[in-house]
Nanobody, 113 residues
Framework: QVRVVESGGGLVQAGGSLRLSCATS????????GNWFRQAPGKEREFVAR????????NYADSVKGRFTISRDNAKNTLYLQMNSLKPDDTAIYYC??????WGQGIQVTVSS
């Protein structure tokens, strides 16, 4: 079992930045891909970013490419999402996901115009 806890969300003005963290515990974090998803009000949950086990390969949704950066620290069992140039459309609950199996409870990110 892997416990997953997000932090770092909040309210920010358009153009601002936030960094989300995802602390994990339990089984070895370094064995799994890490992912971020988000769900905006009235919409389905959507993929945001993915990072490989060794951190060398990343993938992003087109809507965040060039603005968001996913990273990981396997020594700290932590996944990150650096979000820059935030837009009101980025407002959502952000979820950390490990290996497409383990989910966090989600954290609110609100971007005001």
């Amino acid at each position: 079992q892997v416990r997953v806890v997000e932090s770092g969300g909040g309210l920010v003005q358009a153009g601002g930045s936030l960094r989300l963290s995802c602390a994990t515990s339990g089984r070895t974090f370094g064995d799994y891909d890490g992912n971020w998803f988000r769900q905006a009000p009235g919409k389905e949950r959507e993929f945001v970013a993915r990072i490989s086990v060794d951190g060398r390969n990343t993938n992003y949704a087109d809507s965040v490419k060039g603005r968001f950066t996913i990273s990981r620290d396997n020594a700290k069992n932590t996944l990150y999402l650096q979000m820059n140039s935030l837009k009101p459309d980025d407002t959502a609950i952000y979820y950390c996901n490990i290996a497409k199996v383990y989910w966090g409870q989600g954290i609110q990110v609100t971007v005001s115009s």
